[in-house]
C-alpha cells in the first residue's frame, strides 16, 4: 500500500507565529485530505486536495502531486489551532481505501 | 445536523466478552469504514464498506467483524476481544459522488482488561 510519512513528528509554537507541515506519499494519488484531531479527540476534515492550493482563513495547502508531497500552512497560529494534524491519501486504484500518516502533533503556546 | 454517531463512547470490558459498537450515518452516503488509532500509528482501517452488503478488509481486520444490512449502520463487532484491541476506534463515511470526503464519529474508547 502507498506509505504517507509526515514531518515534523512534534511541533511548539507561539502564539501568532506561522508553520508548515509536511507530507509525503510514495505512489500516485488521486485523494488528498488533511484532518486536524483537536485535543478532544475530534477529527474534522480541513482541506480535500489532491492537487493545486487551496486556502481557508489562516490555513492553506499546497499538494504538488507529481513530486509526491503536500504542504500545511498554519499562519498567526492560535492555541485553538493545537491538536494532530493528519495527512490521508488514497492511490489511483479507485478503491477508496485512504491511508494516513502518523501524524504532526502541534502545541501553540500564549 | 448531518453526522456520524458512534456509540458507546468509552468501554472497560474483559477479555472474550463480546461487544458491538454501533455506528450510524444520517447522510445516505454510500462507503462507511471503521479506523483504530494508536499512539505513534495514526489511524489505521479495520473495515470498511462500499454500499449495503459490500464490506472489505482494510489493514487491520483480525479480531474483528463488520456488517452492512442498511446503508445508515456499520457496526463493528468484536467476538472475543483481547488486551491488544484496546484502542480508540473511529468510525467514518462518505459519498461516493466525488470526492471521498470523510466524515468521522466521535470516537469510541474501548479498553479490553
Known amino acids: 500500500g502507498i506509505q504517507v510519512e509526515q514531518s515534523p513528528p512534534d511541533l511548539i509554537l507561539q502564539e501568532g507565529a506561522n508553520s508548515t507541515l509536511r507530507c509525503n506519499f510514495s505512489?500516485?494519488?488521486?485523494?488528498l485530505q488533511w484532518f486536524h484531531q483537536n485535543p478532544w479527540g475530534q477529527l474534522i476534515n480541513l482541506f480535500y486536495?489532491?492537487?493545486g492550493t487551496k486556502q481557508n482563513g489562516r490555513l492553506s495547502a499546497t499538494t504538488v502531486a507529481t513530486e509526491r508531497y503536500s504542504l500545511l500552512y498554519i499562519s498567526s497560529s492560535q492555541t485553538t489551532d493545537s491538536g494532530v494534524y493528519f495527512c490521508?491519501?488514497?492511490?489511483?486504484?479507485?478503491?477508496?481505501?485512504?491511508?494516513f500518516g502518523a501524524g504532526t502533533t502541534v502545541t501553540v503556546r500564549a | 445536523e448531518a453526522q456520524v454517531t458512534q456509540n458507546p463512547r468509552y468501554l472497560i470490558t474483559v477479555t472474550g466478552k463480546k461487544l458491538t459498537v454501533t455506528c450510524s450515518q444520517n447522510?445516505?452516503?454510500?462507503?462507511m469504514s471503521w479506523y483504530r488509532q494508536d499512539p505513534g500509528l495514526g489511524l489505521r482501517q479495520i473495515y470498511y464498506?462500499?454500499?449495503?452488503?459490500?464490506?472489505d478488509k482494510g489493514d487491520v481486520p483480525e479480531g474483528y467483524k463488520v456488517s452492512r444490512k442498511e446503508k445508515r449502520n456499520f457496526p463493528l463487532i468484536l467476538e472475543s476481544p483481547s488486551p491488544n484491541q484496546t484502542s480508540l476506534y473511529f468510525c467514518?463515511?462518505?459519498?461516493?459522488?466525488?470526492?471521498?470526503?470523510?466524515?468521522f464519529g466521535a470516537g469510541s474508547r474501548l479498553t479490553v482488561l
Open positions: 467514518a463515511s462518505s459519498s461516493r459522488v466525488g470526492a471521498n470526503v470523510l466524515t
Open positions: 505512489d500516485s494519488v488521486n485523494n
Open positions: 486536495i489532491p492537487s
Open positions: 490521508a491519501v488514497e492511490g489511483i486504484s479507485g478503491d477508496y481505501k485512504l491511508s
Open positions: 447522510m445516505n452516503h454510500e462507503y
Open positions: 464498506s462500499m454500499n449495503v452488503e459490500v464490506t
